[in-house]
């Protein structure tokens, strides 16, 4: 079965840095557009970014362009989001997300707590 599993969350002080990860298993990591979302306490879920099959190109939010970075190893079915000049309203839990058509699967989710 499709499963994915982030890691790497936890308390940052602002301006910090912090890297995430997401393992892919149960399908075709390679021919698949990865995704990376958050949700904060009482908003909806955001949609930060996505990188090619490839990883030579990707795209991201506004909120997050400049400070975040997706990138990916399809050896290691790992998609990562590297995370600099960290701010308390980037507070979320992280999710990666792959649709593995027709389905639309999530991980867990890693809480990233931003606060001094």
């Known amino acids: 079965q499709v499963q994915l599993v982030e890691s790497g969350g936890g308390l940052v002080q602002p301006g910090g840095s912090v890297r995430l990860s997401c393992v892919a298993s149960g399908f075709t990591f390679s021919t698949s557009v990865m995704k990376w979302y958050r949700q904060a306490p009482g908003k909806e879920r955001e949609w930060l970014g996505r990188i090619s099959t490839t990883g030579d190109s990707s795209f991201y939010a506004d909120s997050v362009k400049g400070r975040f970075t997706i990138s990916r190893d399809n050896a290691k079915n790992t998609v990562s989001l590297q995370m600099n000049s960290l701010r308390p309203e980037d507070t979320a839990i992280y999710y990666c997300?792959?649709?593995?058509?027709?389905?639309?699967?999530w991980g867990q989710g890693t809480q990233v707590t931003v606060s001094s």
């Open positions: 997300n792959a649709i593995v058509y027709p389905y639309n699967y």
